[in-house]
């Protein structure tokens, strides 16, 4: 199996070019993700965030595969941190917002204990 994918493999990992096929598949999901929250699915900002992080330590490799300097990897590494430290704050300030807005504890009157309707003369 290796002989059979080492002429295909070694001068993709050596170019570089595998981490532009996997950055592309980033900016695929990125898309999707972005078509899925207008829809009504999951808040967009800190998946992008996320998947931002991500494509930021793809590209250090990238720089590292190439034999880029160390700026350069310490560059996009530095990138990826920013963006990692963008998505745990947008985390963190959903899930303090979420606590102070939870409903009180306990039964309310207009709760489902109060309104469901039981009758033995339905059974």
Request: glycine share 10%; charged share 15%.
């Amino acid at each position: 199996m290796e002989a059979l994918l080492d002429p295909v493999l070694r001068p993709a990992f050596a170019s570089g070019r595998i981490v532009d096929g996997i950055l592309l598949l980033v900016a695929a999901e990125a898309l999707a993700l972005a078509w899925l929250a207008r829809r009504g699915g999951p808040p967009l900002p800190s998946l992008l965030a996320n998947l931002a992080s991500g494509a930021a330590l793809m590209l250090a490799l990238r720089a590292a595969l190439v034999g880029a300097g160390w700026v350069a990897v310490a560059g996009w590494m530095l990138a990826g941190l920013v963006a990692h430290l963008v998505d745990l704050g947008l985390r963190v300030r959903a899930a303090t917002a979420q606590r102070r807005s939870s409903a009180p504890a306990g039964t309310t009157p207009g709760g489902a204990a109060f309104t469901r309707v039981t009758s033995f003369k339905q059974l």
